[in-house]
Nanobody
Framework: VQLQASGGGLVQAGGSLRLSCAAS????????YSWFRQAPGKEREGLSC????????YYTDSVKGRFTISRDSAENTVYLLMNSLKPEDTAVYYC??????????????????WGKGTQVTVSS
């Protein structure tokens, strides 16, 4: 399975971006998706995840209320809508997928597949 993330860029504080992650190849059944980010000099942080049917979602406290995860199963694509962006949101954002029967997780050790990152830069 290959994951292709896109949608990063430069935005002013308070602005919005929508990241996309398209999955292709292999068997896409039972895939749950997660978003992570890693800022320079910091550890990778799990932000959000969505279950295989889209009913289950999770957000870490730092993005809760500002970011929204969604998925289009027909297009095998997951999105991360990021509103009210702050300079501290600046990081490389990664999508990842885990094959699970239920729920979702942002534990990076549980991911089966990773996409290449996309840079998000928020200017003050």
């Amino acid at each position: 399975v290959q994951l292709q993330a896109s949608g990063g860029g430069l935005v002013q504080a308070g602005g919005s971006l929508r990241l996309s992650c398209a999955a292709s190849g292999g068997t896409l059944d039972y895939l749950t998706y997660s978003w992570f980010r890693q800022a320079p000099g910091k550890e990778r942080e799990g932000l959000s995840c969505i279950g295989r049917r889209g009913y289950t979602t999770y957000y870490t406290d730092s993005v809760k209320g500002r970011f929204t995860i969604s998925r289009d199963s027909a297009e095998n694509t997951v999105y991360l809508l990021m509103n009210s962006l702050k300079p501290e949101d600046t990081a490389v954002y990664y999508c990842a997928a885990a094959r699970r029967l239920s729920g979702c997780t942002v534990r990076d050790g549980a991911m089966d597949y990773w996409g290449k990152g996309t840079q998000v830069t928020v200017s003050s």
